[in-house]
């Protein structure tokens, strides 16, 4: 039998909370947060105890935090405000950096703290309103969600680029046009036409909607049928040549979550029953430079490392895990690691737990800690497989993994998620001339058809560079020649003869 490993991090307890559990019309996220907290105290089944315990609390950073504001304003000390309201303190505050990554890798910093002895039990909490925000904005109603506060905190907020100032100049200004050139490139990789690579987006997509009915909180439960998500019915309008509405995460949420982390020692010194307690295994991260610099676009090398390297450190194999949910804002986010895992045998509807950012919601940068509750339930109900989840920032920029189990891990966890991962960034070709072939491209649909395409190419020489053709293009421009001509503010192309 293995000797009891007192330090080693567990989850102990999870908490959700939405519209559906939480009074008022306009709540905002600091009520939700609340809600959230207060849940996973409960859940602890030592709320008194574990309260008293907490010496970090951990914040994920609101989209009004992060340059997506609503106008609504926000609490100048976000973790001390979203403790506060679910009657907690704590002597460290930290305010997560942007992106979805950011749940997952605070959970990762945090348990490696406890791991190492400098922190004793954690918070980490998100919560969003956006959905509130939208409706208010709607009415004509003006909400103020700001509170005033002189607490220092460590406020993470970096530069990292999410795109780059070529894309943006050509184009790509949204999450919708950025994945759809990894889309695009996906397509293009396996050889499939658009109808049908749509099918295979709709079978998957389908499979997940199938799972947000299980989950309480899910904001926009209910089956759809590959056919439906192929179709314009239920506002199912198209963003881009690939992307309909429903295959992008929706924002328009009220949701809040919360994980309290500490050692298995003091878990089991404040009498958290043992079945609750969920084990780290394995963790990894890894980040890519933007888009159009990176050497593959259709698939993620990142999550090429991060998973392998989080389920190396656990001796896992992809094909012995039980659970398992991806972030999934756009079907490419699954499919990459779909491919990835290459466990064949896993059903599409078993690479989520809760149905998705389409499906159960996608609340900004705080997602992951959704599919860590999903997690956790799951191991509580069946802990005879370890489980995996993973967490995604930017397009598909930022990528953080966790292996868990329902026990004390064969192999302890060292506290320190893998990092290894050192992309080599391409230059981009900034003065184009002559002839350069498709590698993915975008076309960004509006109220009068498509507009123009943005393409990511290769040019004679083999080298990058990113142009845009003008004017309504109904073609497949997957692998189509064309001619560029540099410009100072944007690269033209046109189809040759």
């Known amino acids: 039998m293995a000797i009891f490993d007192a330090h080693a991090p567990v989850i102990i307890g999870v908490g959700e909370a939405s519209r559906k559990t939480v009074a008022g019309e306009w709540p905002a996220p600091r009520d939700l947060a609340g809600a959230a907290i207060k849940a996973a105290l409960g859940d602890t089944g030592q709320p008194q105890s574990?309260?008293?315990?907490?010496?970090?609390?951990?914040?994920?950073?609101?989209?009004?935090?992060?340059?997506?504001?609503?106008?609504?304003?926000?609490?100048?000390?976000?973790?001390?405000?979203?403790?506060?309201?679910?009657?907690?303190?704590?002597?460290?505050l930290i305010y997560a950096d942007v992106?979805?990554?950011?749940?997952?890798?605070?959970?990762?910093?945090?348990?490696?703290?406890?791991?190492?002895g400098t922190c004793e039990m954690a918070v980490l909490v998100a919560a969003e309103a956006t959905g509130t925000a939208k409706r208010a904005r709607k009415a004509?109603?003006?909400?103020?969600?700001?509170?005033?506060?002189?607490?220092?905190?460590?406020?993470?907020?970096?530069?990292?680029?999410?795109?780059?100032?070529?894309?943006?100049?050509?184009?790509?200004?949204?999450?919708?046009?950025a994945y759809s050139l990894i889309e695009n490139a996906r397509r293009m990789e396996l050889g499939l036409n658009a109808a049908a690579y749509a099918r295979e987006m709709a079978a998957l997509w389908s499979a997940f909607s199938a799972k947000a009915e299980t989950r309480t909180h899910a904001q926009f439960p209910g089956f759809r049928s590959p056919e439906t998500l192929q179709s314009d019915d239920n506002g199912n309008y198209p963003l881009t040549d690939i992307y309909r509405r429903w295959h992008?995460?929706?924002?328009?949420?009220?949701?809040?979550?919360?994980?309290?982390?500490?050692?298995?020692?003091?878990?089991?010194?404040?009498?958290?029953?043992?079945?609750?307690?969920?084990?780290?295994?394995?963790?990894?991260?890894?980040?890519?430079?933007?888009?159009?610099?990176?050497?593959?676009?259709?698939?993620?090398?990142?999550?090429?490392?991060?998973?392998?390297?989080?389920?190396?450190?656990?001796?896992?194999a992809a094909a012995d895990l039980g659970p398992v949910d991806i972030y999934s804002c756009f079907p490419c986010a699954v499919f990459a690691a779909v491919d990835s895992m290459q466990d064949a045998g896993r059903a599409l509807g078993d690479y989520t737990l809760t149905g998705g950012l389409s499906f159960f919601g996608g609340p900004g940068n705080g997602y992951a800690m959704y599919n860590m509750a999903a997690?956790?339930?799951?191991?509580?109900?069946?802990?005879?497989?370890?489980?995996?989840?993973?967490?995604?920032?930017?397009?598909?920029?930022?990528?953080?993994?966790?292996?868990?189990?329902?026990?004390?891990p064969r192999i302890a966890w060292s506290g320190d998620a893998a990092k290894g991962y050192a992309p080599t960034p391409l230059a981009l070709d900034d003065a184009p001339q002559g002839k350069a072939r498709v590698r993915s491209f975008v076309r960004p649909s509006g109220k009068d058809g498509f507009g123009p395409a943005t393409l990511l190419l290769e040019t004679e020489g083999g080298g990058r560079t990113i142009a845009m053709m003008d004017g309504a293009v109904d073609v497949d421009l997957g692998n189509v020649v064309v001619h560029v001509t540099p410009g100072e503010k944007r690269h033209i192309a046109t189809f040759i003869g």
């Not at 997506?68 to 609490?75: H, K, M, N």
């Not at 992106?99 to 190492?116: C, F, H, V």
């Not at 506060?149 to 100032?165: A, E, Y």
């Not at 989840?389 to 920029?397: D, E, I, Y």
Request: hydrophobic letters at 45%; proline letters at 6%.
């Open 99 to 116: 992106g979805g990554q950011s749940p997952q890798a605070m959970l990762n910093e945090l348990a490696g703290d406890i791991r190492r």
């Open 50 to 92: 574990v309260a008293a315990a907490i010496d970090t609390i951990a914040a994920i950073r609101t989209f009004e935090d992060s340059g997506v504001s609503l106008g609504t304003g926000s609490p100048d000390n976000t973790p001390e405000a979203f403790g506060a309201a679910g009657g907690i303190t704590a002597k460290r």
């Open 375 to 408: 997690m956790v339930d799951a191991l509580r109900r069946d802990g005879s497989k370890p489980a995996l989840v993973t967490a995604n920032g930017g397009v598909m920029s930022k990528q953080a993994v966790g292996v868990y189990t329902a026990t004390q």
């Open 140 to 177: 004509g109603i003006s909400l103020d969600w700001s509170l005033p506060s002189d607490t220092p905190f460590d406020n993470r907020l970096s530069s990292f680029p999410i795109l780059s100032r070529a894309e943006i100049r050509h184009g790509i200004i949204s999450m919708p046009l």
């Open 248 to 316: 992008v995460a929706q924002d328009a949420v009220d949701l809040g979550g919360a994980v309290i982390l500490t050692s298995a020692g003091k878990a089991r010194e404040l009498g958290v029953p043992q079945d609750k307690w969920v084990w780290l295994a394995g963790a990894a991260e890894a980040a890519e430079p933007p888009l159009s610099e990176r050497a593959f676009i259709h698939r993620s090398t990142a999550l090429d490392f991060a998973i392998p390297a989080a389920l190396g450190q656990a001796e896992i």
